[in-house]
């Protein structure tokens, strides 16, 4: 099964309000996240990443907080827009050997941003 | 090129058929991924290449599936006698695959659709 999930399916928020998408891993040896945001119709776009020496990181009206102790990585986003409508996956770094790595992704929120 | 490519954008095929689906990933990464999203399903991991060799296989869902990849750039994802539970969209991605840049581009997909 996947070692990185989500809490909630759907989030629906009123525009303009803060919006906070939560994300659950199991590995505990993951060192680097992200979190891609998906438009319909779209390929998975990069918002953020962070890594396990920091436990928060912020960009451009986003925020990602990551607590190892209880493995727990929050993606906050300031004044939700209509363009924020999508669906957010949470991603974990994935070692293949060979010094080479990928990423395990989770299941994915779909954020709605009502008016 | 400028992103990932991916072709076609779309595919119907009658159940039974083989399919073929084109991935052409950004110039000079080394890496690339192929996921399958079912309809409001998160991602899930196919096949990954460093280079033209596939190092992990493991997701892969049946000997009906088969990936290889050329000269280190485009790749190809053969699917054989279509099911109707192979419907879904197949994401490509690529990246530099070099150890603490785990960023991935991802193309827009191929939405297969099995009748």
């Known amino acids: 099964g996947e070692s990185v999930g989500l809490h909630l399916p759907t989030l629906s928020v009123q525009e303009g309000d803060n919006s906070i998408i939560n994300c659950a891993y199991s590995n505990s040896a993951s060192d680097y996240f992200i979190w891609y945001k998906q438009e319909s119709g779209k390929g998975p776009q990069f918002i953020i990443d962070?890594?396990?020496?920091?436990d928060k990181r912020q960009g451009q009206r986003v925020t990602v907080l990551l607590n190892k102790t209880v493995k727990h990585l929050s993606l906050q986003i300031a004044a939700t827009q209509p363009g924020d409508s999508a669906v957010y996956f949470c991603a974990e770094n994935r070692n293949y050997g060979g010094g080479a790595d990928g990423l395990t992704f989770g299941k994915g929120t779909h954020l709605i941003i009502q008016p | 090129g400028a992103g990932v490519s991916q072709s076609p954008s779309n595919k119907v095929t009658e159940k039974g058929k083989d399919v073929e689906l084109r991935c052409d990933p950004i110039s000079g990464h080394t890496a690339l991924y192929w996921y399958r999203q079912s309809l409001g399903q998160g991602l899930e991991f196919l096949i990954y290449?460093?280079?033209?060799?596939?190092?992990?296989k493991s997701g892969l869902p049946s000997d009906r599936f088969s990936a290889e990849r050329t000269g280190g750039s485009v790749s190809t994802l053969t699917i054989q006698r279509t099911q109707q539970e192979d419907s879904a969209v197949y994401l490509c991605?690529?990246?530099?695959?070099?150890?603490?840049?785990?960023?991935?581009?991802f193309g827009s997909g191929t939405r297969l659709t099995v009748v």
């Open positions: 290449f460093q280079g033209n060799s596939a190092p992990d």
């Open positions: 962070i890594r396990s020496n920091m």
């Open positions: 991605a690529s990246s530099l695959a070099v150890t603490g840049d785990y960023g991935y581009t």
